[in-house]
């Protein structure tokens, strides 16, 4: 009942097909399905146990497509397991996993092997045959109603089946909504958090600044160094913001060339001249001014920035402009 069988040897020995069997004796194969009868998709099993001598050697059969008998599908095999050994005789065994998948009585003849000892070559085949009923399933088609295909049931929709989807909605929504106020922010020229912080003119920010120097009373603690730096810093910080010259960084000569363009009178000009001047000598030739002398600067400060300020004037047609 084996469709095909193919078998595989080491060695072949094509001469001695005809030869005797004096050398011993054959082995004894016993091949049972456990069980024989089952229903149409049920899993049953095929044991085969092989007592043999030491010096023979069997090999078991390959199956073509994986199927005995052309029906019966072989799920997986075992390993060839020993289950007893005595002297020079043993036994063997090997479990197949099979099932099928069409009903009927099924004869599937005698389990064949490759037997090999010494001389001879031959099959070999079990001492018994092998049979395996398959049955289906009934059904009374004169009791048993028939009914229509139910749609699958609808199972209610919880929480944590759509609770990433809203999560992740929100965060998108959340990245959309901090852009268009970014873009929105900016273009009004705002900061992005809080009020935008007022800038007060450079004149108002040099009062205040003088205002806090007047108020250490510096040179009175004979640090005159230290106070022309504040003084003249002040003066350079009001020039730098007033007229757009980096006068933090100028030498007091770049700081005359570079203002002589602007709409400062000769007047505005000679002060600053002394002023930068008379801070240069007290900074890097250790000249030390009198209290008065002091006193005066700081005034000659104060009345540049405030002769020189920017103004906004209203007049009829609001316009806007400079004294």
Same mark, same amino acid.
């Given at each position: 009942?084996?469709?095909?069988?193919?078998?595989? &040897?080491?060695?072949?020995?094509?001469?001695?097909?005809?030869?005797?069997?004096?050398?011993?004796?054959?082995?004894?194969?016993?091949?049972?399905?456990?069980?024989?009868?089952?229903?149409?998709?049920?899993?049953?099993?095929?044991?085969?146990?092989?007592?043999?001598?030491?010096?023979?050697?069997?090999?078991?059969?390959?199956?073509?497509? !994986? @199927?005995?008998?052309?029906?019966?599908?072989?799920?997986?095999?075992?390993?060839?397991?020993?289950?007893?050994?005595?002297?020079?005789?043993?036994?063997?065994?090997?479990?197949? &996993? &099979?099932?099928?998948?069409?009903?009927?009585?099924?004869?599937?003849?005698?389990?064949?092997?490759?037997?090999?000892?010494?001389?001879?070559?031959?099959?070999?085949?079990?001492?018994?045959?092998?049979?395996?009923?398959?049955?289906?399933?009934?059904?009374?088609?004169?009791?048993?109603?028939?009914?229509?295909?139910?749609?699958?049931?609808?199972?209610?929709?919880?929480?944590?089946?759509?609770?990433? *989807?809203?999560?992740?909605?929100?965060?998108?929504?959340?990245?959309?909504?901090?852009?268009?106020?970014?873009?929105?922010?900016?273009?009004?020229?705002?900061?992005?958090?809080?009020?935008?912080?007022?800038?007060?003119?450079?004149?108002?920010?040099?009062? @205040?600044?003088?205002?806090?120097?007047?108020?250490?009373?510096?040179?009175?603690?004979? @640090?005159?160094?230290?106070? *022309?730096?504040? &003084?003249?810093?002040?003066?350079?910080?009001?020039?730098?913001?007033?007229?757009?010259?980096?006068?933090?960084?100028?030498?007091?000569?770049?700081?005359?060339?570079?203002?002589?363009?602007?709409?400062?009178?000769?007047? !505005?000009?000679?002060?600053?001249?002394?002023?930068?001047?008379?801070?240069?000598?007290?900074?890097?030739?250790?000249?030390?001014?009198?209290?008065?002398? !002091?006193?005066?600067?700081?005034?000659?400060? *104060? *009345?540049?920035?405030?002769?020189?300020?920017?103004?906004?004037?209203?007049?009829? !047609?609001?316009?806007?402009?400079?004294?």
């Amino acid at each position: 009942m084996f469709k095909k069988v193919y078998y595989s &040897l080491a060695i072949i020995f094509a001469t001695s097909i005809f030869s005797g069997y004096a050398q011993g004796d054959t082995p004894v194969i016993s091949a049972k399905i456990i069980p024989d009868s089952i229903t149409i998709g049920d899993q049953f099993e095929l044991k085969v146990t092989i007592d043999k001598s030491l010096v023979q050697v069997v090999e078991f059969p390959l199956f073509e497509d !994986n @199927k005995l008998g052309g029906v019966i599908e072989i799920l997986s095999e075992g390993q060839i397991d020993t289950i007893s050994k005595e002297g020079k005789d043993i036994k063997i065994q090997k479990r197949y &996993l &099979l099932t099928a998948f069409d009903a009927g009585h099924y004869s599937l003849g005698r389990f064949p092997m490759m037997f090999a000892d010494k001389n001879i070559i031959d099959t070999i085949w079990s001492k018994e045959d092998m049979f395996l009923k398959v049955s289906t399933f009934e059904i009374d088609t004169t009791k048993q109603k028939i009914h229509d295909i139910k749609l699958p049931m609808k199972a209610p929709m919880k929480f944590g089946e759509v609770s990433g *989807y809203i999560l992740c909605g929100c965060l998108v929504a959340l990245i959309i909504g901090f852009i268009i106020f970014y873009i929105i922010r900016r273009r009004a020229n705002r900061p992005l958090i809080g009020k935008r912080k007022e800038v007060l003119p450079p004149h108002v920010i040099a009062i @205040k600044a003088l205002e806090e120097l007047k108020c250490k009373k510096i040179w009175q603690s004979s @640090k005159h160094k230290l106070y *022309y730096t504040s &003084l003249i810093d002040i003066l350079r910080e009001y020039v730098e913001g007033r007229y757009g010259v980096h006068a933090m960084e100028m030498t007091s000569e770049e700081i005359i060339v570079a203002l002589k363009d602007k709409d400062l009178t000769a007047k !505005n000009i000679d002060e600053l001249r002394d002023l930068l001047s008379i801070s240069d000598l007290v900074k890097f030739a250790k000249v030390l001014p009198d209290a008065d002398q !002091n006193e005066i600067n700081y005034d000659k400060v *104060y *009345y540049f920035v405030e002769e020189t300020k920017y103004v906004e004037i209203d007049v009829d !047609n609001k316009e806007k402009g400079e004294i």
